[in-house]
Nanobody, 121 residues
Framework: QVQLVESGGGLVQPGGSLRLSCAAS????????MAWYRQAPGKQRELVAA???????NYADFVKGRFTISRDNAKNTVYLQMSSLKPEDTAVYYC???????????????WGQGTQVTVSS
């Protein structure tokens, strides 16, 4: 079984910062791309940022220059450093990981349970 567990969400004032973490555990052979998505009430889930196993990153335009994605491959963990937060960043943030359980195995995408981020004064 594979689990992704997010942490680090909470309430922060506009202009503040938060750091989200997402640790993958269980029967994992290799993790490829890891990513953060978010979903605000009444809206579709949207990509925030992604990072490959080699460290290449991709960001949504609405977070460029404010958020930084990183990962620790030894810990199977991905991070999202969020700065200059705005009320419109309020959402449930989900991480996912594309991984295989065995060598040359099929790659599946696993999701975490989500962590709430609320930006409000």
């Amino acid at each position: 079984q594979v689990q992704l567990v997010e942490s680090g969400g909470g309430l922060v004032q506009p202009g503040g910062s938060l750091r989200l973490s997402c640790a993958a555990s269980g029967s994992i052979f290799s993790i490829y791309t890891m990513a953060w998505y978010r979903q605000a009430p009444g809206k579709q889930r949207e990509l925030v940022a992604a990072i490959t196993s080699g460290g290449s990153t991709n960001y949504a335009d609405f977070v460029k220059g404010r958020f930084t994605i990183s990962r620790d491959n030894a810990k199977n963990t991905v991070y999202l450093q969020m700065s200059s937060l705005k009320p419109e960043d309020t959402a449930v943030y989900y991480c996912n990981a594309d991984l295989s359980k065995v060598a040359a195995g099929v790659v599946f995408r696993y999701w975490g349970q989500g962590t709430q981020v609320t930006v409000s004064s």
